[in-house]
C-alpha cells in the first residue's frame, strides 16, 4: 500500500518541480527574453575596417541557446534589394555585462528596385560561446535607424 502512495508522492513532486525549472534561469531557453527596438540615430559613415554600412534597420533579433553557449540571429531590412554579405560585427564596451554587434552590409553593386520589405530581409548571425557569455545581461544589435536589444 505504501509503495503506490510513495509513487504517486514522487511523480507529483517531479511534476511540479519541471514547472519551476520552465521558469527558472537554469533553463537555458529563458536566458534572453523578447526583444525591444529601440529608435537611434548612427553616423552612416561611422569608421570600419571593412568599408561596410550599417543595415538600415534592424526588425528582429532573437538568441538562440546551443549546447556550447548561443546563437545571435538578426533580421535587417536595407533600403533597397540587392545589398549582400551581411555580418554581425562585435564592438567593444567599456560594460562587460553588455554584448553589442553592428549589423554591416555592403550595397548592391548596381542600382536595384526598393521593392517590397519582405524581398529585403536580410539575415545575419553570431555565435557565442557559454565563456563569452558569462556575466552578460544583454546583447544589442544596432542598425543606421535602430536598435534591438534582448536581456536576461
Not at 527596438?37 to 548612427?42: F, G, I, L, P, R
Not at 545571435?72 to 560585427?89: C, K, N, T
Not at 539575415?123 to 536576461?152: C, D, E, M, Y
Request: with cysteine; hydrophobic share 45%; glycine share 8%.
Amino acid at each position: 500500500m505504501t509503495k503506490p502512495i510513495l509513487a504517486a508522492l514522487a511523480v507529483t513532486l517531479t511534476m511540479t518541480a519541471c514547472g519551476r525549472v520552465s521558469e527558472s534561469r537554469l533553463n537555458p531557453f529563458n536566458w534572453f527574453g523578447r526583444d525591444r527596438a529601440e529608435t537611434v540615430a548612427v553616423d552612416a559613415q561611422a569608421a570600419t575596417n571593412d568599408g561596410r554600412q550599417f543595415v538600415e534597420q534592424v526588425t528582429e533579433l532573437a538568441v538562440d541557446p546551443t549546447p556550447g553557449g548561443a546563437i545571435v540571429r538578426a533580421v535587417g531590412v536595407p533600403p533597397i534589394q540587392g545589398f549582400w554579405d551581411a555580418e554581425l560585427v562585435r564592438v567593444e564596451t567599456q560594460d562587460p555585462s553588455q554584448v553589442v554587434f553592428e549589423f554591416r552590409v555592403l550595397p548592391p553593386l548596381e542600382r536595384r528596385i526598393a521593392g517590397t520589405v519582405g524581398s529585403r530581409e536580410i539575415i545575419a548571425g553570431a555565435s557565442l560561446s557559454n565563456a563569452a557569455l558569462q556575466g552578460v545581461r544583454s546583447i544589442t544589435v544596432v542598425g543606421q535607424r535602430n536598435r534591438r536589444s534582448v536581456r536576461r
